[in-house]
């Protein structure tokens, strides 16, 4: 049976978790967007884990980490229900996700947090019921047992290395653009002090941006601004600090007919951003390899869904706002310019030769050696 009925027994007998099940029950609308399984254990004894992440559908959350945490759990407790999966990019909605969660009783969370300040009370009241939450990608705010996220420090290192690598190569000058996150997400500060600890004293940061909720639209017109600010021939190249962001910079650029492009990062090896980088809109993007950090964060969430300590699991510790010591796990990312499309998120099967190289691009990617 997996886990066993050992754990439905102990899940029966925790009054704490009842208790506060139904004090946040009684305020509760239960939003639709939970799917991907029951979250049901009952007939089965196994482990109910709960999944809940700040996008779905073609976002990199919906392609990738979510059939790769379904994947791993799967593997590791075969005889349990399937996870409950809830996605949405509103902490409000995310925020009534967990809270239909923990009324589910389920036994375990791994959490993305669209916003984790704003998702503090959420991870507070999963606590008060018993139920542990493992961080994912982001850091969580409130009494979290464990973390799993690629290092945001090399990440900005990786990006701010590249940007100077590509201007030096094509001879512009060193004023550059920052497109940061948003300040509501640890990462991106975490990002951001990665980049300037390689960019500081070697580039002038004519523009800094923390772009509100990550949203490519926000990223446009502060893209924009820049341009009206400091002329559309005086910006040397754009640290955009995730592929969606650096798609806006490019509309914007584009959009004031900036010729050439200057260099421009990315994060996340999205396809649309692999596409621009062979087509020469973007310079670079970090590949951050999804299967072992889905891997890791499944392994968390069963022993801590089954009472195991999860320090054994973790590579160190970080600290929240709330918590020290917490057990993390710390992946390391890959770079991507367009001689490494194929050694890297091709040979790894993120994507096929066919999915990037659409029609219009059939001749960069022959240039690229990618046909």
């Known amino acids: 049976m997996g886990l066993g009925a ?26 639709g967007a939970c799917g991907g399984g029951d979250g049901d254990d009952e007939g089965d004894g196994g482990l109910a884990v709960g999944v809940l992440l700040p996008g779905g559908g073609a976002s990199r959350f919906g392609q990738f980490d979510k059939p790769l945490l379904v994947q791993q759990l799967k593997r590791l407790c075969p005889d349990c229900p399937a996870p409950t999966v809830a996605a949405t990019s509103d902490p409000a909605v995310q925020r009534q996700q967990i809270e239909s969660m923990i009324t589910r009783q389920v036994d375990v969370l791994i959490l993305a947090a669209v916003d984790p300040q704003l998702l503090r009370p959420s991870v507070e009241a999963a606590h008060r019921a018993d139920i542990p939450v493992v961080a994912y990608d982001r850091l969580a705010q409130g009494p979290i047992s464990g973390y799993v996220t690629f290092d945001g420090a090399t990440v900005g290192r990786l990006q701010g290395e590249a940007l100077l690598k590509a201007m030096a190569a094509e001879a512009r000058g060193e004023r550059i653009v920052m497109m940061n996150g948003a300040t509501t997400d640890p990462n991106a500060g975490w990002f951001k002090r990665g980049a300037l600890s390689v960019l500081e004293g070697k580039a002038e940061i004519g523009k800094s941006y923390d772009t509100v909720g990550w949203r490519p639209e926000n990223a446009f017109v502060n893209m924009t601004n820049a341009i009206a600010d400091l002329g559309a021939g005086d910006i040397d190249g754009v640290l955009a600090a995730n592929d969606s962001l650096a798609g806006a910079v490019v509309a914007a650029l584009n959009a004031a007919e ?13 396809l649309a951003g692999v596409r621009r980088i062979v087509r020469g809109d973007q310079y670079m993007t970090v590949y951050k390899p999804f299967a072992p950090a889905a891997g890791a964060a499944a392994k968390m969430a069963v022993a801590l869904g089954r009472g195991e300590p999860v320090d054994s699991l973790a590579s160190g510790t970080v600290d929240n706002t709330t918590t020290e010591d917490i057990p993390a796990v710390l992946l390391p990312s890959v770079p991507v310019t367009v001689g490494t499309i194929k050694d890297t998120v091709v040979k790894d099967g993120m994507y096929t030769i066919e999915q990037i190289c659409t029609p219009e691009l059939r001749s960069a990617c022959a240039k690229a050696g990618l046909t």
């Open 6 to 31: 050992g754990l439905r027994a102990v899940k029966r007998r925790s009054l704490t978790r009842a208790s506060v099940a139904v004090a946040v029950a009684a305020g509760l609308t239960l939003v």
């Open 258 to 270: 900036v010729r050439p492009l200057p260099p421009i990062t990315g994060q996340d090896a999205d």
